[in-house]
C-alpha cells in the first residue's frame, strides 16, 4: 500500500497500479519457471486464469489504487484486513466449506480488531458540536 501510494502521488492510480502488478509479476518469474503451466493451455484453465487475473485482482487492484486517491492509506490498510476474513466467511455461506475453530478464532480476532479501530478512530475525533465551537471561538 505505501508503494501504491508514493507511485499515485507521481502518476495516474491506474499506471501505478499496472506498475506494481508489473513488478510482482517480475518477482514470480522463477515460480512460473518451476511449476506446471499446463493446465493454462486448456480452455477451461485459461478462462479461469483470465478471470482471477483480470477481474478478481486487476479490476479490485485498479478499484483500490482509485480509492487511495481519497481516503487515508490507514483506512485502506484498515479495511483490507477484512479482505481474507469476508473471504473465508464467503466460502461458507456460498461454496458449503467448513472452518476449523482455529480458523473461527481468526475471524473473531480480525473482527474485534476492526471494531477496535473503528470505535478509536471516533473516540479520537472531536464530537461535530465540539468541532464547530473550535471553529467558530
Do not use: N
Not at 482471477?52 to 486517491?69: C, D, I, M, P, S
Request: no cysteine; glycine share 8%; net charge neutral.
Amino acid at each position: 500500500t505505501l508503494f501504491l501510494v508514493r507511485m499515485i502521488a507521481r502518476a495516474p492510480a491506474d499506471l501505478a497500479a499496472a506498475a506494481a502488478f508489473a513488478l510482482g509479476a517480475v518477482m514470480l518469474l522463477t515460480v512460473l519457471v518451476l511449476s506446471d503451466v499446463g493446465w493454462l493451455f486448456t480452455l477451461r484453465g485459461a478462462a479461469v486464469a483470465a478471470e482471477l487475473g483480470l477481474v478478481a485482482t486487476a479490476f479490485a487492484y485498479v478499484l483500490y489504487a482509485r480509492a487511495l486517491q481519497w481516503i487515508p492509506m490507514s483506512t485502506a490498510v484498515t479495511l483490507a484486513l477484512g479482505e481474507p476474513m469476508m473471504a473465508s466467511l464467503l466460502g461458507v455461506l456460498l461454496l458449503g466449506e467448513r472452518l476449523t475453530l482455529i480458523a473461527w478464532g481468526g475471524v473473531l480476532l480480525i473482527l474485534v480488531g476492526l471494531m477496535y479501530l473503528t470505535v478509536a478512530r471516533d473516540a479520537a475525533q472531536p464530537a461535530p458540536e465540539a468541532r464547530a465551537k473550535e471553529l467558530h471561538v
